[in-house]
T-cell receptor, first 118, second 109 residues
Framework: KAGVTQTPRYLIKTRGQQVTLSCSPI?????VSWYQQTPGQGLQFLFE???????NKGNFPGRFSGRQFSNSRSEMNVSTLELGDSALYLC?????????????????FGAGSRLTVL | GQNIDQPTEMTATEGAIVQINCTYQ??????LFWYQQHAGEAPTFLSY????GLEEKGRFSSFLSRSKGYSYLLLKELQMKDSASYLC??????????FGAGTQVVVTP
């Protein structure tokens, strides 16, 4: 069973540019979550998509957006890049259940996309 | 919102036991997770607690007290490969999973 695939793995952009990152979840997983990881802040939740709808959102500015396609693949976009956006962006997929005692509903993470903004 | 606290770093010797504490505040608790992350790699799932008590999985155990907003991860018979960051994460009623900043465990010979 293939894991979570993120592309590209590494990219370098300059301030003001925009970037699109892609995530292909594990087959059968309908939920995709995005996290930003930096040495100082740890893993910060960006948003979660389930069945093409944004179900949860973190506290990031509107420059950060995402979407999910009918095949559950997801993209996130960051516009008007700032130096502080340099980070590892991690995508994670899961079955997506949320009810009480719905089980572990474990997130499986991809290897990440490392973005450097110059 | 959620607030998750765990120590920044812990050091222990090979063969020893280390306990990583995690305290949390959340509006609507729906499970607590522990993940392990080696440097340069993605986090991997270790354990899940939703009811009070201890869950044991080989050398690793995780404990939860919902009334105290407290969990710990116990690593026994430490090995060098256990040197990693250990992340505590709490899921709320909407399914949102938020992570603590992580505890870097350093295992020395």
């Amino acid at each position: 069973k293939a894991g979570v695939t993120q592309t590209p793995r590494y990219l370098i952009k300059t301030r003001g540019q925009q970037v699109t990152l892609s995530c292909s979840p594990i087959s059968g997983h309908r939920s995709v979550s995005w996290y930003q990881q930096t040495p100082g802040q740890g893993l910060q939740f960006l948003f979660e998509y389930f069945s093409e709808t944004q179900r949860n959102k973190g506290n990031f500015p509107g420059r950060f957006s995402g979407r999910q396609f009918s095949n559950s693949r997801s993209e996130m976009n960051v516009s008007t890049l700032e130096l502080g956006d340099s980070a590892l962006y991690l995508c994670a997929s899961s079955l997506g259940q949320t009810g009480p005692f719905s089980g572990a509903n474990v997130l499986t993470f991809g290897a990440g996309s490392r973005l450097t903004v110059l | 919102g959620q607030n998750i606290d765990q120590p920044t770093e812990m050091t222990a010797t090979e063969g020893a036991i280390v306990q990583i504490n995690c305290t949390y505040q959340t509006s609507g608790f729906n499970g607590l997770f522990w993940y392990q992350q080696h440097a340069g790699e993605a986090p991997t799932f270790l354990s899940y607690n939703v009811l009070d008590g201890l869950e044991e999985k080989g050398r690793f155990s995780s404990f939860l007290s919902r009334s105290k907003g407290y969990s710990y991860l116990l690593l026994k018979e430490l090995q060098m490969k256990d040197s990693a960051s250990y992340l505590c994460a709490v899921r709320d009623r909407r399914g949102k999973l938020q992570f603590g900043a992580g505890t870097q465990v350093v295992v020395t010979p």
